[in-house]
Structures are given as structure tokens and as C-alpha cells.
């Protein structure tokens, strides 16, 4: 098993690629600490785990919070006793461009996108560099580098985790933390699902739409970044460092 005796903290682990990674790290040995603000999908993600005969527990916490951040790490060290690999996945949407964008919205997409990587980072890479030894996957996304209609804000918050990522992995190298982000494509989940509501009359148009973006003409399943999620987290990717993993089915550079 490739993450035999790990710890791993999921945020956002309560649905789509965050659920799919936790249910597949576990599978390879590590013990999950499943993190959402949704508390009865976080709930589900860790009871599905212990019944694959997985060891998990659900911490209900907001990313965007500090005090309920530096509660979540506390919470995940007493249960665990460490923190081997995060992956800092929840995230959200936002859909206009810069116009029609309300303040509330853009500061509701930075600060989840944002500050939601900035603090599990801030009360657990302290832990980490006390240990010599941590994994940190960041959510970026293929948007990052492509520009799309009406994604403004959200492209620019996935911008700024890629950078992050890169400076986070210089400050972090002489302490054995690798540091590296993962920039899906389209993705079947309920985020892409709810944005296919918000942008068309017809949510089959859109998907249209995105499977023309797509190289192989089909969108990505949540699978697909967990396997990719597995390799960062495991040792076999360990001459990765401050890189930028594309899952994007040729959307990016197609
Ligand atoms: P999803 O909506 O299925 O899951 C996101 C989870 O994050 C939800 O369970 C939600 O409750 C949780 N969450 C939201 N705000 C939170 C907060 N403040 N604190 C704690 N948890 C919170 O979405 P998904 O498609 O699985 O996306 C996961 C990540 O992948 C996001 O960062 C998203 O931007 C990124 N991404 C998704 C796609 C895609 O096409 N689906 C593509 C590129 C990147």
C-alpha cells in the first residue's frame, strides 16, 4: 500500500474529487481526517471509509476561520498524533465577469480559495517542519493558465494557489516538505453541476460546450484526480517539488 501508516487531512472531503481521494488514500493505508463545512456529506465520507475497513474521522470546520482552522489541526493531532499530507481541495465557484461581480461574491471566492489554503497551511506546516517531513497538495485548477468566459475571480484565486504553491515550496524544501498543486480540467461533480445551472437554460448545452474543450471529448471524473492526488501524496513522486500536475484531459494545451 502506497500510504501505508500516513495521516492525511482532506479539506472539502465531504463530496466530489476531496470524497474520491479520501476513499482512495485510505484504501492505501492512510488514516483519513475527512474536513468540510457540510457536515452530514463529511459525516458519510469517513462512515464509507470505516466501512471499506478504513480508519477515518470527520472534523466539521470552516477553511476560512481561523480559530476553527487551529481548532481542526488540534482535533486531527490529538485523534492521530500526526499530520503527514495535506491537501488543501475545498474550494468554490463564481460565476460573472468582473462587472458583474457583487464585492460579497468576490470576497466569498477569495477568501474560500485563498485564505482556505493560506490557513490549514499556517497550524500545520509548523507541525511538519517539527517532523522533517510533509506532503502538501494544493487545488489549483486548468483555468489557472487558460482564460474562459465569466470565471474571473475564480481563475484568478486558482492563479494565486499556483503561486503560492511555488513560493510555499522554497520556504519549505530545507525541511523535507514537498509542496505541489494539482490543475484539473473539467471534472463531473456536483460544483461543476451546480455551475452548469448557474451559466445555461440548458445544462446539456453546456456540457456540450466543455466536451469540445476537451481533447478526448469527454470531461474528467473525480477518480482521475485522486489517482493523480495519490502520486503527489506518495513517495514514487518524490522529485516533485513546487510543480504544477496537469489532469485536464488536453484542455489546457489542446
Ligand atoms: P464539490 O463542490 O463537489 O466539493 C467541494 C467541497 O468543499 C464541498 O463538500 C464543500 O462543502 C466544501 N467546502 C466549500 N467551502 C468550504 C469551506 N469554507 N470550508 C470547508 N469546506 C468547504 O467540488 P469539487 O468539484 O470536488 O472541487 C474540489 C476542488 O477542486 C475545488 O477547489 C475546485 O475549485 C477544484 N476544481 C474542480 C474542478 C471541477 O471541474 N470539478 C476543476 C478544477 C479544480
Known amino acids: ?36 463545512l457540510a457536515e452530514e456529506s463529511g459525516k458519510q465520507t469517513a462512515a464509507e471509509i470505516v466501512q471499506q475497513g478504513g480508519e477515518a474521522v470527520f472534523i466539521q470546520a470552516d477553511v476560512t476561520n481561523a480559530e476553527a482552522v487551529e481548532r481542526m489541526v488540534n482535533q486531527a493531532l490529538g485523534h492521530f498524533g500526526r499530520i503527514d499530507i495535506l491537501f488543501n481541495n475545498a474550494g468554490i465557484s463564481g460565476v460573472g465577469a468582473i ?34 517531513s510533509g506532503t502538501i497538495i494544493n487545488m489549483s485548477s486548468a483555468i489557472a493558465e487558460i482564460g474562459l468566459m465569466r470565471r474571473a475571480v475564480y481563475a484568478a484565486t486558482k492563479g494565486a494557489v499556483l503561486t503560492l504553491t511555488k513560493c510555499m515550496q522554497v520556504d519549505y524544501a530545507p525541511y523535507n516538505i514537498r509542496v505541489n498543486a494539482l490543475l484539473p480540467g473539467t471534472i463531473l461533480t456536483p460544483f461543476v453541476e451546480k455551475y452548469l445551472k448557474e451559466s445555461y437554460s440548458d445544462p446539456e448545452e453546456g456540457l456540450n460546450t466543455i466536451r469540445k474543450r476537451q481533447l478526448g471529448g469527454e470531461l474528467g471524473r473525480p477518480e482521475d484526480v485522486a489517482n493523480a492526488a495519490l502520486f503527489l501524496a506518495s513517495d514514487e513522486s518524490k522529485f516533485m517539488m513546487g510543480s504544477p500536475m496537469y489532469i485536464d484531459g488536453g484542455c489546457t494545451f489542446g
Request: proline content about 3%; some cysteine.
Open 1 to 36: 500500500m502506497r500510504l501505508q501508516n500516513k495521516v492525511a487531512l482532506i479539506t472539502g472531503s465531504g463530496s466530489g474529487i476531496g470524497k474520491s481521494t479520501a476513499l482512495l488514500f485510505a484504501k492505501e493505508g492512510a488514516k483519513v481526517v475527512v474536513v468540510d
Open 99 to 132: 462587472h458583474e461581480l457583487t464585492e460579497e461574491l468576490w470576497d466569498r471566492v477569495v477568501n474560500v480559495n485563498m485564505k482556505g489554503v493560506f490557513l490549514p497551511c499556517k497550524y500545520i506546516v509548523p507541525h511538519m517542519m517539527e517532523n522533517k
